[in-house]
């Protein structure tokens, strides 16, 4: 895997920004990294990379607030997303793309749009099962799951550290899975990441999500939760349009 100096540089800044940018609003970090490796990387080297670095992000946010983490969403959470794991190591499915970037977009948009009895919520039975189901389908497809799994968060009555907690958990989750499918179904070997690219990746999640922890004891509940909503139908909008484009060429 041969990058460059300046690619790499690119690399590195922005694995720091957007773990700090997901360490603040729990999300919105994970589509940007995946959209710079896409140019940067193969596909498949590109998932593995994503699964590293937002695993480390991830992973540590959780570590930092564990005793946050509603352990009930996470139980059904792994549920949903162990049984689609499993059925997609057994066909080896690979979805079209296009199709994933458009639902991804149009998501949010129905979810928020939905009336109150029929809205989708984590913290609601069974719905922490859908969220893990959902989420491992298009992370397996399209790399990311973050407006599917904002969508279950954003009418939780969960505070906003409840909220970065558990969503760290349940991604982490997501990014090993990722992580077993590309390594050792998909990639079979190929397009290897090398070690000292891996560990480069890791410290400097773990140096993002740290530094934004500061931000994230400073801003309100209310706060929190105005910047996610409008963050939500941001990225919403803009996988819609990616998908858009994709499907018109």
Known sequence: ??????????????????????????????????????????????????GIAQLAANGSRALMLWREIDRRVIAGYAAGAVVVLGAFVVTRCVADKTIALITMGLTP??????????????????????????????????????????????????????????????????????????????????????????VSVVVLAVTGTSLSRRVLERISDASFRAWTRWTIMGIGAAYLASGLSAAWR
């Open 109 to 198: 948009f129905a979810a928020l749009a939905l009336p109150d009895r029929l809205q989708l919520d984590v913290e609601r039975p069974w719905h922490p099962v859908a969220c893990g189901a959902a989420c491992t389908v298009l992370a397996l497809t399209a790399g990311v799951a973050g407006p599917v799994l904002d969508v279950f968060f954003a009418r939780s009555a969960m505070s906003r550290h409840r909220v970065v907690a558990t969503k760290a958990a349940t991604q982490s989750l997501g990014h090993v899975m990722k992580i077993v499918y590309f390594g050792g179904v998909v990639a079979a070997g190929n397009d290897a990441i090398p070690i000292w690219l891996a």
């Open 1 to 50: 895997m041969g990058l460059s100096l300046i690619a790499l540089a690119a690399l590195a800044a922005a694995i720091l920004v957007t773990s700090f940018i997901s360490g603040i609003l729990g999300m919105a970090g994970g589509m940007m990294l995946m959209g710079l490796l896409l140019v940067l990387l193969p596909l498949a080297a590109a998932m593995m990379l994503h």
